[in-house]
Nanobody
Framework: QLQLVESGGGLVQPGGSLRLSCAASGFTLDYYAIGWFRQAPGKEREGVSCISSSGASTKYADSVKGRFTISRDNAKNTVYLQMNSLKPEDTALYYC???????????????????WGQGTQVTVSS
């Protein structure tokens, strides 16, 4: 059973940076594409980024392209999301999740993922 734990969230000023981590507990991440999602109050959970099991392929939502970078270190059983130039609209609870099927990040909808972490809060405010 794959379990994921997010960390690294916090309060930052606009233009600041945060690095989120998604660590596996109970199993290796090597076989799974991993997605980052976020959900703000009153809004749908949206896909932010996804990285294939090997790290060879990555995808980003248009709203974060050029600002966020997803990466993984399978030796450390961890996936990262580097967030730069943060904006107030990036404020949300951020989740990581493992892809349920072998689609290789072709489907970034939340329904394509399982084994959700508990989330880590990112707040961007002055």
């Amino acid at each position: 059973q794959l379990q994921l734990v997010e960390s690294g969230g916090g309060l930052v000023q606009p233009g600041g940076s945060l690095r989120l981590s998604c660590a596996a507990s109970g199993f290796t991440l090597d076989y799974y594409a991993i997605g980052w999602f976020r959900q703000a109050p009153g809004k749908e959970r949206e896909g932010v980024s996804c990285i294939s099991s090997s790290g060879a392929s990555t995808k980003y939502a248009d709203s974060v392209k050029g600002r966020f970078t997803i990466s993984r270190d399978n030796a450390k059983n961890t996936v990262y999301l580097q967030m730069n130039s943060l904006k107030p609209e990036d404020t949300a609870l951020y989740y990581c999740a493992a892809e349920s099927f072998l689609s290789g990040c072709r489907d970034m909808r939340a329904m394509a993922f399982g084994s959700w972490g508990q989330g880590t809060q990112v707040t961007v405010s002055s």
